[in-house]
């Protein structure tokens, strides 16, 4: 599928010049259902809590990261359906990655779940941009050097239920000047002031960047649950920015993903693409004995 189906240049336009767009209808509603069952089976409607919004901040200020708002999170590969292993793989948001960085190549990063709900946590958070945990050091000036992060809305995300909320950079340079990437308390109020909602239905991503300023929410909803993925390509080859290591976890279901993916989604996770000199008749017959259901008749034929 080509990357103008799923999302528009006047939408990779405005994710460069204000550092998110959501875009809906991204995923159809065929393919988040598998995956919200998913959620369901795992994590339920309700956390831990009585369902009533929990408010823990001081007078006048927008909230912080905490420990309890990161409950219910797991990481790719998961113990779930071929839908939600391979989701994060898909060819759109792949070719998407793409073009956003303004690359010929993406690595996925960063794959893991995210169950809120209503009361379990006060989720509200002060205005952030994410290099602080996926790079040693700070966002580069081009976009390739810098990172897409998806967050994959599997169920309907309102104000309600936490929708995070953004600022554009525009409004940004207004408040903290060009080119800040950190935030001061005292500067809060007027990011507040400028913040965007990124709610949207089920099936929408949200695509911004590790120099978007924004935060997480409050789920205030009766009840309320959001259930969301978020996932994160680079560059290939940018060793600066990291999440996950993925070959730290071989115990985990990695053959819903080998046994599923094609040879441009494993290559995102570091697997060489057919043809590659690393593919000699030792390397292919030994990963094939790793990996015995895994199809890797392309990478033998290539290597003919
Ligand atoms: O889940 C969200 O809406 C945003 C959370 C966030 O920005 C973070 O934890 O870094
Ligand atoms: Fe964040």
Redesign the pocket.
Known sequence: MVVSEAATDQQIAQWHKDGAVVIEDFFSAEEIAPIYADYQDQYGVQGQGDGRALDFKLAGSVGA?HRK??MNIDTLPYQASVAMNMISLDPRLIALAKKMLGVDRVELYQSHT?A?FTGEAD?D?AF?C?FG?HTLTVPGDEAKSRTVNF?IYISD?TDGV????YVAKDDVAAVLGDGAIVAATEQQPALLARQRS?AAPAGSI?AYGIDTF????NLTDLNGF?Y?M?VSYKAAGNSQVGFHVWQFSPERPWHLILNHGSPEQLQCLGIPAPGDPFWTVRTLQLTQKRWPDWDMSAYFAAAE
């Open positions: 990261s708002q990161f995210w809120k989720y958070q952030h994410d945990n967050i995300v936490g929708a995070l909320h990124a949200l924004h935060r997480g929410t959001r969301t978020t």
